[in-house]
């Protein structure tokens, strides 16, 4: 019979953990390992470009209404630097790669201490060993990831062949396909939270608080991703405020927002795993 007893640790609640651990100071450190992250993945994504693409003319078109929308100060100098980038794609695009993986490597390594914090985890593996991890965890993330964006595309995609084809508004696709976005985009959330959150502790928790958390969680990033686009459709708006800098000023709160909702992720599997033990 299980004792009904509880320890004074076990017994503590939710925000008492939280202000013990100081997840604000845990979710700084992660949104800066992010941030550091995507220096590289910039690099990447714009060599990437300059193959995808015919011509180095057409990427700066793009890159120039784009820089020119978000950023009129700084435009010129920024476009630039970005054809410098775009010439010099192959070692460029080659420096990026290898910089996003190592990058990303330390980052899921952060992930991994901030996960053994919460859940009161001491890690004695090795050092190759846990980066052998980080690299498999790097790669299964980055699948999923394309994966979501690739299949939300493909919803957008759909749900504008009525209209192309001159249907009637009965075979109007547009709340079925944002549905299915929405719903796809959330299952591939919960499914990269509950790895990282079953996978990547050093002691693996409970399937049903790894579950549970990443239910919880991914809820909670979505609705963040959905108000960051809200923003976005009126950022300028707010531009009086912080000018050219707005959507910098966003994108460095969102991550912080989403690295805060992980941190808090962590401390609930924490409060599971204590219930269930």
Not at 258 to 267: A, D, I, Q, R
Request: proline share 3%; with cysteine.
């Amino acid at each position: 019979m299980r004792s009904k007893k509880r320890s004074p640790r076990q017994s503590r609640g939710l925000i008492q953990k939280l202000d013990q651990d100081d997840v604000f100071f845990l979710a700084s450190g992660l949104a800066f390992n992010f941030l550091i992250c995507f220096i590289p993945l910039v690099l990447v994504i714009l060599s990437g470009l300059g193959f995808f693409l015919h011509s180095s003319q057409e990427i700066l078109n793009i890159v120039r209404t784009y820089l020119v929308r978000m950023l009129p100060q700084a435009s010129p100098r920024l476009t630039a630097n970005i054809l410098n980038i775009i010439k010099d794609r192959q070692i460029v695009g080659l420096l990026g790669f290898l910089g996003l993986i190592w990058t990303a490597m330390n980052l899921f390594s952060s992930i991994r201490s901030v996960l053994n914090k919460t859940l009161e985890i001491v890690s004695h593996h090795s050092f190759l060993r846990e980066k052998l991890h980080d690299l498999l965890y790097v790669l299964v993330t980055g699948i999923l990831f394309l994966l979501s964006i690739v299949l939300s595309g493909i919803f957008d995609l759909i749900r504008t062949i009525p209209v192309k084809l001159g249907l009637p508004p009965m075979f109007d696709l547009k709340w079925w396909g944002w549905t299915a976005g929405i719903l796809v985009a959330y299952f591939f959330s919960v499914l990269m939270f509950f790895i990282l959150f079953r996978f990547l502790p050093t002691r693996r928790p409970s399937t049903r608080a790894a579950f549970l958390s990443a239910l919880l969680i991914a809820g909670l990033w979505e609705m963040a991703k959905y108000l960051f686009r809200i923003y976005m459709n009126f950022i300028n708006s707010f531009a009086a405020v912080y000018g050219s800098l707005g959507l910098l000023v966003v994108f460095i709160v969102w991550i912080y927002y989403s690295c805060l909702l992980f941190v808090l992720g962590g401390e609930i599997m924490w409060i599971l795993s204590k219930e269930r033990s």
